[in-house]
């Protein structure tokens, strides 16, 4: 008998509580399918580490498998979701009936964004920021979790037919044989195993320039793990295409020893970046296989319960990477220069020992490498909007603020502010005064207005662009005036 399938659907920074207030069709806690809900949070769901996506904001070496710990569990609520979007697929949830009988379901968790309020659109262009064109059609697929695999398939299709363009990769690599052509080194322990009665063979090692290399094998395997996980949008996307078929089945010819390679064995191998001089497209490629192996091919627990898997993105990380990329299109050739990867350690006594507690802005504006002027925090609550829009109460952000201003003092800055996402529109009036005491100093709330989504992806797209723009060049007028 198959499993009966349950489908549960959130936002970002929401429970399960707040589901139910919102929408009256969600399930009777005392029915079956709640409890099989509540079974696959608290046994499956419950491990303290998931392993989510990490982009490059703030984080130095992005090809280790980054492990993170969000509260999926509390006393408040039996399910939050905090910045998490994405999809949870967990197999095989047994419930017993008080007639004696069970039931087995598989239950399966979406996460969208809120700002997302009817088609999936500002979570697409924040996956795919560097290059969000995408044609109408990879919007029909039949469910988030085909959306989130398709923009996957896509970075990879796109990546390997630039990478395949430069040739095959090729890099030496150190090859055991056993025969009678000696060409390397002779391995003699190796020899005496093998060889124990004369048979004309010799056991060695020799170093070869090869197509037959673990970075092949990797996006081999990255392939294959993308076929078995989403059949039909794979082969819509990847078998259907010419190039790529011709691409994929020259690899296979060219790389042979793939077929018995062992797949976690190769991503290990692959965690050190390519310094190659010519094949630099396979590099880019590397890092994008990585990132659909830790969210597809690992499970997405520090563990390796394989009845439990998704994609799962961070998303306000999605939203530095996002502001970073448009920062460094906008500011362009301008005075000053922003910078991500800000680590400062504050608060130093007179015992001789050094600055004690480290600090991390998202984003510092600096006139030259010693002088910042300018601090900028990317925030992702709805809240800012109110309290700078519609003049509400600054407790429900009072952290966040209180974050920036001890940024803006450490840094010795004379203005600071936030930049945040929202649906409800323009802010017109961005500047604020810090107090009474203090009202050279300024701070400063940014918004990046999302279009809702009744239209098509292309006109959602070039609203948003356009609101991108609006924005950065309020920053930019703001800037100017503080160099």
């Known amino acids: ?126 996956l795919s920021y560097e290059n969000p064109n995408f044609s109408e059609d990879f919007f029909t697929e039949s469910s988030d979790e085909d959306l989130l695999a398709v923009l996957l398939l896509y970075l990879f299709k796109k990546q390997l037919k630039e990478a395949f363009r430069q040739g095959l990769f090729r890099t030496y690599q150190r090859k055991e044989y056993n025969d009678g052509r000696i060409k390397g080194a002779i391995n003699v322990p190796r020899h005496i195993q093998e060889n124990l009665i004369f048979n004309g063979k010799v056991a060695y090692t020799s170093k070869e320039n090869t197509v037959d290399n673990t970075i092949n094998h990797l996006i081999l395997h990255t392939y294959d793990y993308l076929k078995s996980s989403f059949p039909e949008v ?66 997405v627990f520090d563990g390796k319960d394989e009845s439990v898997n998704g994609l799962l993105y961070y998303i306000p990380d999605l939203w530095e990477s996002f502001l970073l990329h448009n920062y460094k299109n906008y500011f362009l050739g301008e005075e000053f220069f922003v910078d991500a990867a800000n680590n400062l350690y ?96 300024k701070f400063y709330s940014f918004e990046v207005v999302v279009p809702v989504g009744d239209c098509t992806y292309k006109v959602w797209t070039d609203t948003f662009k356009q609101n991108i723009e609006k924005s950065m060049s309020k920053i930019l007028k703001v800037i100017k005036s503080k160099l």
């Not at 507690?357 to 510092?364: A, G, M, Q, S, T």
Request: charged share 30%.
């Open 1 to 126: 008998m198959n499993n009966r399938q349950l489908e549960f659907y959130f936002k970002d920074y929401t429970s399960y509580d707040e589901l139910i207030e919102r929408q009256d069709s969600i399930i009777d806690r005392q029915s079956p399918e709640f409890r099989a809900f509540e079974i696959a949070v608290k046994e499956r769901i419950k491990p303290s580490k998931l392993m989510a996506n990490i982009t490059e904001t703030g984080f130095k070496d992005q090809d280790k498998l980054t492990l993170i710990e969000f509260d999926t569990f509390s006393s408040k609520s039996l399910f939050e979701t905090k910045g998490l979007v994405g999809v949870l697929k967990v197999k095989d949830v047994k419930v017993d009936m008080e007639d004696g009988e069970s039931q087995v379901f598989d239950v399966k968790i979406t996460i969208t964004s809120r700002f997302d309020q009817i088609k999936p659109y500002f979570l697409s262009y924040m």
């Open 234 to 299: 794979t082969v819509k996307h990847i078998d259907q295409d010419n190039e790529m078929r011709t691409i994929i089945n020259s690899l296979k010819e060219a790389a042979p020893q793939y077929f018995t390679s062992n797949r976690h064995k190769v991503l290990l191998n692959s965690m050190t970046p390519l310094s190659h001089p010519y094949f630099t497209k396979y590099e880019v490629l590397r890092k994008t296989c990585i990132k659909i192996f830790r969210n597809l091919g690992i499970s």
């Open 346 to 441: 504050i608060f130093k006594g007179n015992d001789g020992k050094d600055y004690r507690k480290l600090i991390r802005p998202d984003f510092v504006f600096y006139r030259n490498v010693d002088t910042p002027f300018f601090i900028l925090d990317a925030k992702f609550k709805p809240k800012w909007y109110d309290v700078t829009a519609r003049g509400k109460s600054l407790n429900p952000v009072y952290d966040d603020y209180l974050q920036v201003i001890n940024y803006m003092v450490s840094y010795d800055t004379k203005a600071a502010g936030v930049i945040f996402p929202t649906n409800h529109g323009e802010i017109l009036n961005n500047e604020f005064q810090i107090s009474p005491f203090n009202e050279k100093t």
